[in-house]
């Protein structure tokens, strides 16, 4: 089965450019999370989903990011303009809901590694 | 205080000991408590889960809960090289509506 599938895997943009990133959850899972993780502040909690319908979004640095999950098997990270301390490794994860004896587990995808120069 | 603290590290054992990871929370009504493991340059993936106070055990692998204090740790018996990586702590937070939240994480270091 495919896991987590995100794109691009690495992304190199100078500032002040757009930056989108795609996420697309395992087939089934109704939870999708966004995690930034840098060597600082270690893996952050964004924005997550249930049911395509966000949560959640008290983690989301400022206005320039913003995310969509349009139907369930897609969802997008997007960053205007961005900045150099946008540079990170951005993680999707899905999973299904914690409940009839699953145990919420998250899984992540590969990671989206952000260079803004 | 952070909703999830962890030791940076690293810490480093010798292979065949036992090696201690520790975690403390915040959220006292918290009740799903979750180990991963993350490689260098890889993503996170779970290692155990526990959600009840006492020991679970998993192979060489023993996560231990005590809600009172607040405190889950994770035991990995005969290290091996391979176990080197970063063990990340993760908290169900039920007073922030079930969000996941994770510790910095502990850098292992198991030398041959």
């Known amino acids: 089965d495919a896991g987590v599938i995100q794109s691009p895997r690495h992304e190199v943009t100078e500032m002040g450019q757009e930056v989108t990133l795609r996420c697309k959850p395992i087939?089934?899972?109704?939870?999708l999370f966004w995690y930034r993780q840098t060597m600082m502040r270690g893996l952050e909690l964004l924005i997550y989903f249930n049911n395509n319908v966000p949560i959640d979004d008290s983690g989301m640095p400022e206005d320039r990011f913003s995310a969509k999950m349009p139907n369930a098997s897609f969802s997008t990270l997007k960053i205007q303009p961005s900045e150099p301390r946008d540079s990170a490794v951005y993680f999707c994860?899905?999973?299904?809901?914690?409940?009839?004896?699953?145990?919420?587990?998250?899984?992540f995808g590969e990671g989206s590694r952000l260079t803004v120069l | 205080q952070k909703e999830v603290e962890q030791n940076s590290g690293p810490l480093s054992v010798p292979e065949g000991a036992i090696a201690s990871l520790n975690c403390t929370y915040s959220?006292?009504?918290?009740?799903?408590f979750f180990w991963y493991r993350q490689y260098s340059g890889k993503s996170p993936e779970l290692i155990m889960s526990i959600y009840s106070n006492g020991d679970k055990e998993d192979g060489r692998f023993t996560a231990q809960l005590n809600k009172a204090s607040q405190y889950v740790s994770l035991l990995i018996r005969d290290s091996q090289p391979s176990d080197s990586a970063t063990y990340l702590c993760a908290v169900k937070m039920y007073n922030q509506g079930g969000k996941l939240i994770f510790g910095q994480g502990t850098e292992l270091s198991v030398k041959p």
């Open positions: 994860a899905s999973s299904l809901p914690f409940a009839g004896g699953n145990t919420g587990e998250l899984f």
């Open positions: 959220d006292r009504v918290s009740q799903s």
């Open positions: 087939s089934g899972h109704n939870s």
